[in-house]
Structures are given as C-alpha cells and as structure tokens.
C-alpha cells in the first residue's frame, strides 16, 4: 500500500531500486539485504549527524540521504514496496538514556516477507554507530537494540503495514530534529 509517508511509485525510489536489485546477486534475498544494507549506512540517522532536518517521505529521506527511524524505516519500505517484496513497520519502546528515569521514545524498524525462505524477518536499518550492531540474518535477529525488560522496555511484535500514526505527526508537526527528538516523541503505541 502506498501512503504519503511510503511513497514507493516516486521516481527517485523506483530508480533507487532498480539500481539496488541490478547490484544484487542473489534474486530476493541479495536485493532486500542490499536495499537494507544501503539505509542502515548511506542514510545518515539525524540525531548522530546532529541535524536540525525534519524528514519523512520516503523520497524526501532519500533526497536529503538522512533521517530518524521513523524516516529511515518508510524509506527502506518504500525501497522494497516498489519491487514488489512485502514490507511493514514494527516498534520498540526504549528508554531514551540509558535508564528508565531518562523516559522513553518509540522505535521504528521494519519486517520483510521473504518468499524464497518463506518466512517474515525484522529489519533495523537505524544505522550503527558504537553500540549499536544491526546486522541483516535469516535466522537470528540482529537489531539496533536489546529490548530491557526490567526496565520496562517493549518489544511490539506486530507488523503493521501503516507507519504509526503517532510517529508520523512528531514528524510532520515539528520544525527542529534536534528539539522533537529531545521532547516530543511518542513513549508508547
């Protein structure tokens, strides 16, 4: 389903990947690791450039080649949407710091239907940096973030195939990066 925010029929996005599948080796599965492969590093996660830029189109993410989680998340959607792979969003609640009293914040990701294996796989394409390790893998999960539960952390294992609404107005209802990641982003679903 296309969606402002998943806008996978814009030209720059079919052209992303078509060049993405013609780098690819291996059919289905080269092309969704590639595709994810190129979010996680060529788009730069906002908040670790310490960009003030507010994107979320898909094609805007792509344009800029930066974003947050929701945006970099619409985009790898947008990405695999536009050759026909089954994509959809999933969540996490974190804390922000690293303890509870810094508050939490919703993280994006996304899940991928593979035909060949037959199965969904989630999908972090958040960036690395220290600490943060995302890897693609068909039988174990390599994410951006351990879920804590004692500290009352979240792992939502729904796929959703709609971005969530609430991500979607902190994105289009602030100007600053910097301030909305500091202040308004949602803490839970």
């Not at 994105?171 to 990066?177: G, I, M, P, R, Y």
Request: charged share 30%; aromatic share 10%.
């Amino acid at each position: 389903m296309e969606t402002e925010e998943v806008d996978f029929s814009h030209l720059s996005i079919k052209e992303k990947a078509a060049e993405l599948y013609s780098e690819s080796l291996s059919g289905e599965v080269g092309f969704v690791k590639k595709a994810y492969e190129f979010v996680r590093d060529e788009i730069s996660h906002s908040w670790d450039i310490q960009s003030s830029r507010i994107t979320s189109k898909a094609s805007e993410v792509l344009y800029f080649k930066e974003g947050i989680c929701y945006a970099k998340s619409n985009l790898l959607c947008a990405i695999l949407r536009s050759r026909g792979i089954p994509a959809g969003f999933c969540y996490q609640r974190l804390t922000l710091g690293d303890t509870p009293d810094t508050g939490y914040c919703i993280h994006a990701l996304n899940a991928v239907f593979l035909k060949s294996e037959e199965k969904w796989i989630r999908l972090d394409a958040r960036g690395n940096k220290v600490g943060v390790n995302a890897d693609f893998s068909l039988t174990d999960e390599k994410l951006a973030f351990a879920v804590r539960e004692e500290y009352k952390e979240i792992d939502y294992k729904t796929i959703y195939t709609l971005p969530n609404p609430k991500t979607v107005t902190a994105l289009k209802q602030s100007t600053d990066l910097i301030s909305m990641y500091l202040h308004r982003l949602p803490t839970d679903l």
